[in-house]
């Protein structure tokens, strides 16, 4: 059994990460999911929310959204629409995405077509706040 995982994050237009790490925790449909080497191979679905990993005693934070996770001989392979470092994350975009949303969603019935996209881009701007309150510790 390895002592470390490889890690790689990708997004439709980049490779975001690629590294040797001791741990991710990802934001999987059902619930967060953690792996540790030798995790038993596994493919799954990730939601929008904070993926994080740890190397030695620093832990990272990337805002996620949507995409997959799969384990396989201690490899982590990530595939997500957007990623986003901690300290990449622009505080006062997201605040102002936020806002948008809110706004959105007020002026918005539940039956409304839009009103699904706005929940989501409201999830988004609120975890990608989250995330930018986190550096690497």
């Not at 990460?17 to 741990?23: K, Q, R, Y």
């Not at 929310?49 to 990530?78: C, I, M």
């Not at 002026?107 to 988004?124: G, H, I, Y």
Request: hydrophobic letters at 40%; zero cysteines.
């Amino acid at each position: 059994m390895a002592d470390k995982l490889t890690l790689q994050l990708v997004t439709p237009y980049k490779r975001v990460l690629s590294a040797e790490v001791d741990e991710v925790t990802a934001p999987g449909s059902i619930g967060e999911l953690g792996v540790l080497p030798g995790h038993t191979p596994l493919l799954t679905t990730l939601k929008i929310g904070e993926l994080s990993y740890r190397q030695g005693n620093e832990t990272y934070h990337v805002a996620v959204n949507w995409g997959y996770l799969e384990v396989e001989n201690d490899k982590v392979n990530v595939l997500v629409e957007t990623a986003e470092p901690a300290d990449e994350i622009d505080l006062g975009r997201a605040k102002a995405a936020l806002g948008r949303a809110e706004e959105a969603l007020k002026k918005l019935s539940s039956e409304d077509k839009e009103f699904k996209v706005m929940e989501a881009a409201l999830e988004r701007a609120m975890i990608r706040i989250q995330v930018a309150g986190k550096k690497a510790r």
